[in-house]
């Protein structure tokens, strides 16, 4: 038996991933501790883990407004760094009590790597994202000398100044939850494993509503997009309505379509595991989980990514043929119903899904992932 601590950011979207990956690994015997924000967590984990509480970080808030290098600079400068600093005594902490053999940590959580690094403990790079596996910065080498730049300070500070290489990705091993069919040749050495399936709970939802007789399309922004992503969803709206043979049904958090008519199924939550099986298509923001997620059922989409990793993720859907990519602050009603009639009807689309799927099971999930970090014990 050995010991392993999850370093996790209070993003949902990175918790979410390696829950599986956690639960095999105490399937087998291990000790598995979780650090972190204890209210993301609490709210997020199935059943009950030891948990060693990082605290609520202060975060800025980010203008909703935000795109380009001006959303980059906030995310490294106001979100990452800043979160890597509050992290770090708490991190420290929970690897003095848990005394972990081997830490994995979430390539967003870098404190958990700092950590690590300087007390010499093997690390993993839980890489729930794909974005940073291409080096999107690769044609901007101003901007890769200034992200080198803070990480640079970062670890002189609470990592070993000694060490060498970059925190995003463990000299260890770094884990993806994607696959080369999805991603293409990363920059640096990856295992990839697939994404991994989380259970799913259909309870609360209206199955009644649902119309055998139609093809079925999710329609999903994301809840941390409820600010910006209202316009859009009534455009989508708008799409489906001139559609009565395809039912659509959306994640409506925000309660965006409330005045809006239509035979639509809307819902503040849904549970997107149990429905992707009957979808023939998905419209979403290209958010890694819920891309992933959607191809691992053969389900082609409709990508209108706003931020972040997001164009990256929706560029390489499109480039693998699983997809269509709109631009979110341009896409009308015409556009958007254009894309639906494209990945509905071309079964090439379909198809690219398919081999994406299959590439996703033969990577093993979390089986796969739990085998390559024992080895590191």
């Given at each position: 038996?050995?010991?392993?601590?999850?370093?996790?950011?209070?993003?949902?979207?990175?918790?979410?991933?390696?829950?599986?990956?956690?639960?095999?690994?105490?399937?087998?015997?291990?000790?598995?501790?979780?650090?972190?924000?204890?209210?993301?967590?609490?709210?997020?984990?199935?059943?009950?883990?030891?948990?060693?509480?990082?605290?609520?970080?202060?975060?800025?808030?980010?203008?909703?407004?935000?795109?380009?290098?001006?959303?980059?600079?906030?995310?490294?400068?106001?979100?990452?760094i800043?979160?890597?600093?509050?992290?770090?005594p708490?991190?420290?902490?929970?690897?003095?009590?848990?005394?972990?053999?081997?830490?994995?940590?979430?390539?967003?959580?870098?404190a958990?790597?700092?950590?690590?690094?300087?007390?010499?403990?093997?690390?993993?790079?839980?890489?729930?994202?794909?974005?940073?596996?291409?080096?999107?910065?690769?044609?901007?080498?101003?901007?890769?000398?200034?992200?080198?730049?803070?990480?640079?300070?970062?670890?002189?500070?609470?990592?070993?100044?000694?060490?060498?290489?970059?925190?995003?990705?463990?000299?260890h091993?770094?884990?993806?939850?994607?696959?080369?069919?999805?991603?293409?040749?990363?920059?640096?050495?990856?295992?990839?494993?697939?994404?991994?399936?989380?259970?799913?709970?259909g309870?609360?939802?209206?199955?009644?509503?649902?119309?055998?007789?139609?093809?079925?399309?999710?329609?999903?922004?994301?809840?941390?997009?409820?600010?910006?992503?209202?316009?859009?969803?009534?455009?989508?709206?708008?799409?489906?309505?001139?559609?009565?043979?395809?039912?659509?049904?959306f994640?409506?958090?925000?309660?965006?379509?409330?005045?809006?008519?239509?035979?639509?199924?809307?819902?503040?939550?849904?549970?997107?595991?149990?429905?992707?099986?009957h979808?023939?298509?998905?419209?979403?923001?290209?958010?890694?989980?819920?891309?992933?997620?959607?191809?691992?059922?053969?389900?082609?989409?409709v990508?209108?990514?706003?931020?972040?990793?997001?164009?990256?993720?929706?560029?390489?859907?499109?480039?693998?043929?699983?997809?269509?990519?709109l631009?979110?602050?341009?896409?009308?009603?015409?556009?958007?119903?254009?894309?639906?009639?494209?990945?509905?009807?071309?079964?090439?689309?379909?198809?690219?899904?398919?081999?994406?799927r299959?590439?996703?099971?033969?990577?093993?999930?979390?089986?796969?992932?739990?085998?390559?970090?024992?080895?590191?014990?």
């Open positions: 038996m050995s010991r392993f601590l999850v370093v996790v950011p209070p993003f949902t979207g990175h918790v979410n991933p390696v829950i599986g990956v956690a639960e095999e690994l105490r399937d087998r015997g291990h000790e598995v501790a979780w650090a972190g924000d204890a209210s993301v967590l609490a709210r997020t984990l199935p059943g009950r883990w030891p948990v060693h509480d990082t605290g609520r970080a202060p975060l800025t808030p980010r203008s909703s407004g935000l795109r380009g290098f001006a959303a980059l600079e906030h995310l490294w400068e106001r979100v990452l800043p979160l890597a600093c509050w992290m770090e708490g991190v420290r902490q929970a690897v003095a009590r848990a005394r972990p053999d081997v830490v994995l940590t979430d390539q967003q959580a870098l958990g790597a700092l950590v690590s690094e300087r007390a010499g403990i093997p690390w993993a790079t839980m890489a729930t994202t794909s974005s940073e596996l291409v080096d999107p910065l690769a044609m901007l080498p101003q901007l890769r000398v200034w992200l080198a730049g803070l990480l640079g300070c970062l670890r002189t500070q609470f990592g070993d100044p000694a060490a060498e290489g970059d925190l995003r990705f463990s000299p091993l770094v884990v993806a939850f994607s696959t080369t069919a999805l991603v293409g040749d990363p920059v640096v050495p990856v295992h990839f494993v697939g994404p991994v399936r989380r259970r799913a709970d309870g609360g939802f209206p199955w009644d509503a649902l119309d055998p007789a139609r093809p079925k399309v999710l329609v999903t922004m994301g809840t941390e997009n409820v600010d910006v992503s209202a316009g859009f969803l009534r455009e989508c709206a708008s799409a489906l309505r001139d559609r009565p043979g395809v039912q659509g049904v994640a409506d958090p925000g309660h965006s379509l409330r005045d809006v008519e239509g035979a639509f199924v809307r819902v503040p939550w849904l549970p997107q595991q149990a429905l992707l099986p979808m023939a298509a998905v419209v979403c923001h290209a958010g890694h989980n819920t891309t992933c997620e959607a191809l691992a059922q053969a389900v082609p989409l990508l209108a990514p706003i931020r972040d990793d997001q164009p990256v993720v929706a560029a390489q859907v499109a480039r693998a043929g699983a997809g269509v990519r631009r979110f602050s341009h896409a009308k009603a015409a556009h958007i119903g254009k894309a639906l009639d494209d990945v509905l009807t071309e079964p090439s689309f379909t198809a690219a899904a398919r081999r994406v299959d590439s996703f099971v033969a990577a093993g999930g979390a089986c796969a992932a739990a085998d390559v970090v024992e080895r590191l014990v």
